[in-house]
């Protein structure tokens, strides 16, 4: 597996396993827990889950009283996350999603955002589907600006959030990388090309974002396309 994926990079990928054959991803279910400990959200709430992977977040969703929905371009991972939730599950990109406006309470996104072709785009897509006051649930691995801008922050609000609690968790990453590593040899499958890139020559942060969509937001929003 890693050899044939090794060029785009695993990161993201949500077949991902330790050498026990567990979804490997960075803080485990403390990362959701902690997201959803700051995001205020009622209980029933209905969370789109971008990137679901094989339903660990999901299954966390189901537990503790809300209601998930999937979405994933993985169909193996899909096929896992079906045998272990009830959860909603569509095969599609987290990009362009195939939901109605203002449909969910809230989005929650691992390690998903990275890996968007246009990071503005997918936000506002996201903020689309989202109701007034719904919430976004972030943790992602993000590279300092050159120019010391923090790029992320300004994405999310120019895509209609008001960050509401930010968290630098760079902490999960070693015992992450150290499970990748015994698993796949060396980080080199983790990022495949990113490797080459000036991004990915910096030191990768992880970090916890939690935002709510704003009325200002959503009416500027509106200004701009019309």
Do not use: N
Request: net charge negative.
């Amino acid at each position: 597996m890693a050899d044939s994926l090794a060029l785009p990079g695993l990161f993201g990928c949500g077949c991902v396993e330790d050498a026990a054959g567990e979804r490997l991803r960075p803080g485990d279910g403390a990362i959701v827990k902690e997201l959803f400990e700051h995001s205020r959200l009622r209980l029933g709430s209905l969370v789109l889950d971008v990137g679901c992977g094989t339903g660990e977040s999901l299954s966390w969703l189901e537990r503790h009283g809300f209601v998930g929905i999937g979405v994933d371009r993985d169909e193996r991972a899909l096929a896992i996350a079906a045998s272990r939730v009830v959860s909603a599950l569509f095969h599609g990109d987290g990009a362009h999603l195939p939901f109605a406006s203002a449909a969910v309470d809230a989005v929650l996104s691992e390690c998903s955002l990275s890996l968007m072709s246009d990071r503005r785009a997918a936000l506002a897509e996201w903020a689309r589907v989202m109701k007034l006051g719904g919430r976004l649930l972030l943790a992602d691995v993000d590279w300092p600006s050159h120019d010391g801008r923090d790029e992320l922050v300004d994405d999310i609000a120019a895509a209609g959030f008001t960050i509401l609690h930010e968290e630098d968790r760079s902490d999960v990453l070693p015992a992450f990388v150290a499970r990748f590593i015994f698993r796949y040899g060396s980080l080199d499958a983790l990022w495949g090309d990113r490797a080459c890139t000036g991004q990915a020559a910096g030191r990768p942060r992880y970090r916890l974002l939690v935002a709510i969509r704003s009325a200002k937001a959503i009416s500027s929003a509106g200004s701009a396309s019309s």
